[in-house]
């Protein structure tokens, strides 16, 4: 099993909707971050979190440590929202060291 | 600020060889990290450097290897290539460590034949 699990794997909708991706993840984090990346490989940061909810715009990104989940919301989607989303956990440990654990990635199509 | 540069951006390289990936921080960053993406295995990560040591490693062979300079700026390097190491190299620099947000690179693209 994944330690850091997205879903849906595939996300189509019409400019204008709510979107929600998700990420759950097994094990225990310092920290948990939201990343984009569009067609040709350029990765941005959007969000990191340790805790609560964060707004930038028109995404939000909130995160239940207790229950191990992280949603990231877009409203009022557009198309040029369309990327690959991705979750990525940050592992502290002092046998498998430090190191940052990706999520497979949410494909999002808006389309006008 | 300029971004995090990588150098080269495209790599074709054969079987056996062996190949250096450059990377420069964000000016100030002091911690640089190296992801390797493949459609098979998606991001995965190789490891941190920060004010020249080797702070954390990923789950790859001895084959990939790397370090940081004074100035920051990083390399990998990748021996005895195989067609698996096919991918993109992104590397992302951060004021205090991956942890923290990071800004990556636009990658290098290497392709093994």
């Known amino acids: 099993k994944n330690e850091v699990e997205q879903s849906p794997q595939n996300l189509t909708a019409q400019e204008g909707e709510f979107i929600t991706i998700n990420c759950s993840y097994s094990v225990g984090i310092s920290a948990l971050h939201w990343l984009q990346q569009h067609p040709g490989g350029g990765i941005v940061s959007l969000f990191m979190?340790?805790?609560g909810k964060k707004k930038h715009g028109r995404l939000i990104a909130t995160i239940n440590i207790q229950e191990k989940h992280s949603s990231l919301h877009i409203t009022a989607s557009h198309p040029r929202d369309s990327a690959v989303y991705i979750c990525a956990v940050y592992l502290s440990g002092e046998t498998s060291g430090s190191r940052l654990t990706f999520g497979e990635g949410t494909q999002l199509t808006v389309n006008p | 600020k300029a971004g995090v540069t990588q150098t080269p951006r495209y790599l074709i390289k054969t079987r056996g060889q062996q190949v250096t990936l450059s990377c420069s921080p964000i000016?100030?960053?002091?911690?640089v990290s190296w992801y390797q993406q493949t459609p098979g295995q998606g991001l995965q990560f190789l490891f941190e450097?920060?004010?020249?040591?080797?702070?954390n490693k990923g789950n790859f062979p001895g084959r990939f290897s790397g370090r940081q300079f004074s100035n920051s700026r990083s390399e990998m390097n990748v021996s005895t290539l195989e067609l698996g190491d096919s991918a993109l190299y992104l590397c992302?620099?951060?004021?205090?460590?991956?942890?923290?947000?990071?800004?990556f690179g636009p990658g290098t693209r290497l392709t093994v034949t």
């Open positions: 450097y920060f004010s020249e040591t080797q702070r």
């Open positions: 992302a620099s951060s004021l205090q460590g991956a942890r923290y947000e990071q800004y």
């Open positions: 979190l340790s805790s």
């Open positions: 000016s100030g960053h002091r911690s």
